[in-house]
């Protein structure tokens, strides 16, 4: 059964900075593109960042320049590193796995998902 878990979240204030991670049971983890999404209360599920089986990456517009997304494939992890944080950046973060690897990534085409983590960002 494949597992994605997702850590890393919290309560920061606006300015700081948080780093998810995500582990993944996938074989071989390294053929799979690996994204993170977001969903803030009351609305839709967003792409927030991806990163390819070649290690290319691509971010949604609100967060470039602030978060970076890499991965472990040795330790079969994908991290997101968050700084400069908003307020508007609060929201459950999910990592989600797609099995051809390739970029861009669409949240209805991810073969797998994790349960999510909270971030929430103070003013």
């Known amino acids: 059964q494949v597992q994605l878990v997702e850590s890393g979240g919290g309560l920061v204030q606006a300015g700081d900075s948080l780093r998810l991670s995500c582990a993944a049971s996938?074989?071989?983890?390294?053929?799979?593109?690996m994204g993170w999404f977001r969903q803030a209360p009351g609305k839709e599920r967003e792409f927030v960042a991806a990163?390819?089986?070649?290690?290319?990456?691509d971010y949604a517009d609100s967060v470039k320049g602030r978060f970076t997304i890499s991965r472990d494939n040795a330790e079969n992890t994908v991290y997101l590193q968050m700084s400069s944080l908003k307020t508007e950046d609060t929201a459950v973060y999910y990592c989600?796995?797609?099995?051809?690897?390739?970029?861009?990534?669409?949240?209805?085409?991810?073969?797998?998902w994790g349960k999510g983590t909270l971030v929430t960002v103070s003013s």
């Open positions: 989600a796995a797609e099995g051809s690897g390739m970029l861009p990534v669409f949240y209805y085409a991810m073969d797998y």
């Open positions: 996938l074989r071989p983890f390294s053929n799979y593109a």
């Open positions: 990163i390819g089986w070649s290690g290319g990456t």
